[in-house]
């Protein structure tokens, strides 16, 4: 055993549970390999010392339990070797990273890219820019959530929410699996800042300085409704000669 191996060990996480009055994280498993050895599982490996319902220690507000062994893959950590057995101190787990890259894609995390993740795949994203925002690269944040998986763990669907300041492309968009979406955005196509919002090419809604263009094949307005530039003074709809009269329609006279 080496110098190192005499305060550090690689362990694999069997289980875990919630524990105490403050329903603590705990982590049972066992030791397996020398330091130097990556820690993955295989046939030749034996359970070695034992981790008994330990807590684990990591980055301040992140809180988790990992899922228990599956398809030959498990959470591991390495753990310091202190008196009552092996404290786990730092994780990973290879199910999370192949959520990320569905059906083998292998592409996430990209260079200078940080996430915080789940075995869902769903992951919270701060990638950088691809050039300067000012002075220096800045990040585009994802929130991303797939679902609806194909027989190669592919999604077929996910929500997102995602900020962008790209110059030209600056915005914050929520959008549904379906399809529909909410944009603010620097241009909302009239050359200013706005809110776009859209359930799909034929009705939409669009937002911004000193207009408001709304597309669909129905508009029902229900109430007392005034139009006009002088809406505050208008006068009820009188008939026309192609119209009945309608008291809850007020026509600006200018």
């Not at 875990?16 to 050895?37: M, Q, R």
């Not at 404290?87 to 592409?107: K, V, Y």
């Not at 890219?113 to 990638?127: D, M, P, T």
Request: charged share 20%; glycine share 14%; proline share 7%.
């Amino acid at each position: 055993m080496s110098a190192i191996d005499q305060v550090v060990a690689f362990v694999r996480v069997l289980s875990s549970e919630l524990l105490g009055t403050h329903f603590e994280p705990v982590y049972s498993g066992a030791s397996i390999g020398d330091f130097g050895d990556d820690g993955s599982p295989d046939d030749s490996d034996e359970l070695g010392e034992a981790m008994r319902r330990q807590p684990g220690y990591g980055a301040l507000g992140i809180v988790g339990r990992p899922l228990a062994p599956s398809g030959g893959i498990l959470a591991e950590a390495i753990a310091l070797r202190v008196d009552d057995g092996l404290q786990p101190l730092a994780w990973r787990d290879l199910r999370i990273n192949r959520a990320l890259n569905p059906g083998g894609s292998g592409g996430t995390p990209a260079e200078g890219q940080l996430l915080f993740a789940g075995y869902g795949g769903a992951f919270l994203s701060h990638a950088l820019t691809a050039d300067d925002v000012g002075s220096a690269r800045a990040n585009i944040s994802t929130w991303y959530v797939p679902f609806d998986f194909d027989g190669d763990r592919v999604p077929q669907k996910a929500h997102v929410i995602s900020m962008d300041p790209t110059p030209g492309n600056s915005s914050i968009s929520l959008v549904h699996a379906d399809g529909v979406r909410i944009d603010l955005t620097e241009d909302a196509g009239t050359g200013s800042p706005g809110l776009v919002a859209s359930i799909d090419g034929a009705t939409f809604l669009r937002f911004s300085a000193g207009e408001l263009s709304i597309q669909a094949e129905k508009i029902l307005l229900k109430g007392n409704c005034y139009v006009g530039r002088n809406a505050e003074a208008g006068l009820p709809l009188l008939a026309g000669p192609a119209s009945p009269p309608c008291p809850s329609l007020f026509v600006s006279p200018t």
